[in-house]
């Protein structure tokens, strides 16, 4: 089950009071609209890397919780001399702990980016209110140095993370 979700898309121009558009509106500062999405975004695909890195445990048990499953159902559930109510119930049951660890890892994984994506947005907010206090580099450097610090905090988080759905699923560590 590879890790696959959407991180904090940054959808916004990077504009300075004063700065014109032919629509009207504020121009972004010369390039900088382009540079700095550009930069947050290699960052966060760094931060999707180790995301994928350090969850394979994680995927690692569920292969094998989903290998006892089907190992379960065959050896236990598909026979001929049962009711299909029986069957149907021991599929239940076999099928029961991978629910359980999916829902587990699907809050969790739900959890960490809710946080991740609630600090990206305390950086933003900073950046709006720098913008207009601070020249247009000091601001982008500021929020540059925002989002590497958070990021650099959350990668740190996800030894925790597995951890976590480790603990949901009584598994020790075999390292």
């Known amino acids: 089950m590879p890790v696959d979700f959407e991180l904090f898309d940054w959808q916004f121009s990077v504009k300075f009071p004063g700065q014109k558009q032919t629509d009207g509106g504020e121009a972004p500062a010369k390039g900088e ?89 305390v950086c933003k907010h900073k950046f709006e209110s720098a913008k207009l206090q601070k020249n ?8 540059e140095s925002c989002v590497n610090h958070t990021l650099d905090d959350i990668i740190k988080t996800l030894p925790d993370l597995v951890g976590r759905f480790k603990t949901h699923l009584s598994v020790e560590d075999q390292n």
């Not at 048990?61 to 050896?75: E, P, S, V």
């Not at 149907?88 to 890892?105: D, F, G």
């Not at 247009?136 to 929020?143: F, K, M, N, Q, S």
């Open 136 to 143: 247009g580099t000091e601001a982008i450097d500021d929020l």
């Open 33 to 121: 609209d382009k540079i700095l999405p550009e930069r947050i975004r290699r960052k966060l695909e760094k931060v999707k890397t180790a995301i994928d890195a350090e969850m394979s445990p994680a995927r690692d048990i569920m292969f094998t919780l989903q290998k006892a499953y089907f190992k379960c159902g065959r050896d236990q559930c598909f026979n001929r001399r049962i009711k299909q109510e029986e069957m149907h119930s021991c599929i239940e049951k076999c099928i029961a702990p991978v629910l359980r660890a999916q829902q587990h890892y699907k809050n969790d994984l739900a959890e960490f980016e809710e946080r991740l994506n609630r600090s990206l947005m």
